[in-house]
């Protein structure tokens, strides 16, 4: 599965937005399903506000499982919240940190060793 930011679902869409030529080239080179979490959902809808027709292109990516919502419970949010406290000079917003715990659980969910696969998914630095 593919992970995909809040960025790459706007410049999707977002026709004018720099980004969108090569983000719709390179999601149509993507074999693997595609996922992302509400928290990122609901900050690309906001971006794409601007716009009811953008906003149901996003929508209708749902609909259709272009996109998986992938769950988000309460047993996430002690290591969101870490992520937060740790990267907080970055910032590290509940979208971010919400993609990363769902990575993580991603990653134990397919390998009998998560470590190992952590350490190659995920930079070092994301590490806890």
Partial sequence: MILVDTGPLVALIHEDDNEHR?????????????????????????????SWEAQNALWEMIQVGAVEILPLGTDDVARMRE???KYRDLP?????ASLVAAAERLVRHVLPQ????????????LLI
């Fill in 22 to 50: 090569i983000c719709k080239d390179t999601f149509l080179t993507f074999s693997e399903p595609l996922g992302t979490v509400w928290p990122v959902l609901a900050g690309a809808l906001y971006l794409l506000n601007f």
């Fill in 83 to 85: 992520f937060m406290r």
């Fill in 114 to 125: 998560p470590p190992l696969l952590s350490l190659r998914v995920l930079p070092r630095s």
């Fill in 92 to 96: 590290m917003d509940l979208a971010d």
